[in-house]
Structure formats: C-alpha cells, structure tokens
Nanobody
Framework: QVTVVQSGGGLVQPGGSLRLSCTAS????????VAWYRQAPDKQLELVAA???????RYADFVKGRFAMSRDTAKNTVYLQMDNLAPEATADYLC??????????????WGQGSPVTVSS
C-alpha cells in the first residue's frame, strides 16, 4: 500500500508565507504526476497547480506568481510554496498524486488536506 500524508498548514497573517508538504510512503512505487487543489468554505474544489510531463508547471490565475511547486524525488515528497498570502487563500489544500504501484498499477491518491487560514 501507499500512504499520503500532508503537513504545513496553519494560521498566517496576510502577506505571510507557508510551505505545504505532501509525502508518499510505501514500497515499489513511483510518483508520476502531482496536483494541488483547494476548497474554500461554500466553494467548489479548485485546481491550484499541476505539474507537466513535457512542459512548465501549470498554475491557476489566482495564484500564479505567488505559489510554486517543487519536488524532492528521493524523498517522495512534493511541496507547495505559498507566498504573499491573502485572506481569499483561506481553504483546505489537498495534494493529489498519480502513483504507479508495482501491484496495483496506476493509483489516484489524495492527502488528508492541510487547512490554511489567512487572517489578521
């Protein structure tokens, strides 16, 4: 089995920064693709960022220039750096991993979520 655990959420003042992490653990697997979503209160799930196999990472217009994805392949960990946060960024942030597993093939796995609150 492959488990996905997130960390890094919390309370931050407007203009502050957070870095979310998403770590996959298990054996005999590889992470093939990564996406980050968010869901604010009373709003639908939104795509925040997604990597690309053949080009640049993609970012939603409302975060482009302020958020950035990165990855530590050796640690099976992906990150979302969030800078210059505004109150509108308050939401539960979710990582979504496409994993190839030796036993089950492709798996679409979700982290448990990281709550981010931007407030004075």
């Amino acid at each position: 089995q492959v488990t996905v655990v997130q960390s890094g959420g919390g309370l931050v003042q407007p203009g502050g920064s957070l870095r979310l992490s998403c770590t996959a653990s298990g054996s005999n697997f590889n992470i093939n693709a990564v996406a980050w979503y968010r869901q604010a209160p009373d709003k639908q799930l939104e795509l925040v960022a997604a990597d690309s196999r053949s080009g640049s990472d993609r970012y939603a217009d409302f975060v482009k220039g302020r958020f950035a994805m990165s990855r530590d392949t050796a640690k099976n960990t992906v990150y979302l750096q969030m800078d210059n946060l505004a109150p509108e960024a308050t939401a539960d942030y979710l990582c979504n991993l496409l994993v190839i597993d030796s036993s089950s093939g492709y798996l679409n796995l979700w982290g448990q979520g990281s709550p981010v609150t931007v407030s004075s």
